[in-house]
């Protein structure tokens, strides 16, 4: 995928993968903060609605990007996603959502991330809260 932020493009490649096939593009990508956008079109539910779970893809991706790059950092190796959940607090239609995962705890095992994922006007679409262990490699 073009334009991911040189962090992260050295990291991961997305080609044929979920993020890609979603449109999820990564604009800015730190251990503590990780920001992505998504477009509503081509990953909406039978009513047009933004579907909860590409959501949720949104929202693993920035968290396990962010986690990523704490455990190659830390410990030189990978996360893993281990638990996710979700409140979706209004539905989107079009445009683009846009979601900022911020660190909550960045430890040698464990990572966690808050995920806010907004829509265009800047009205809260879905919290998410993701865990990723660390292992090393």
Known sequence: MDGLPAAVAGMI???????????IAILEASPH?????????????PY???HGGASCVLAETLGSIG?????QAAIGGIAV???INATHHKGVRTGVVT??????QLGRTVASYEIVITDETGARVCTA?????????
């Open 13 to 23: 490649d997305v080609t044929g993968t979920l993020v890609e096939r979603m449109g």
């Open 33 to 45: 903060r990780v920001v992505g956008s998504m477009p509503v079109d081509g990953n909406t539910q």
């Open 48 to 50: 047009g609605l933004l």
């Open 67 to 71: 986690a990523a790059m704490h455990a």
């Open 81 to 83: 996603g281990v638990d």
């Open 99 to 104: 979601g900022v995962a911020t660190a909550v």
């Open 129 to 137: 809260r993701l865990t990723c262990v660390l292992r090393a490699i």
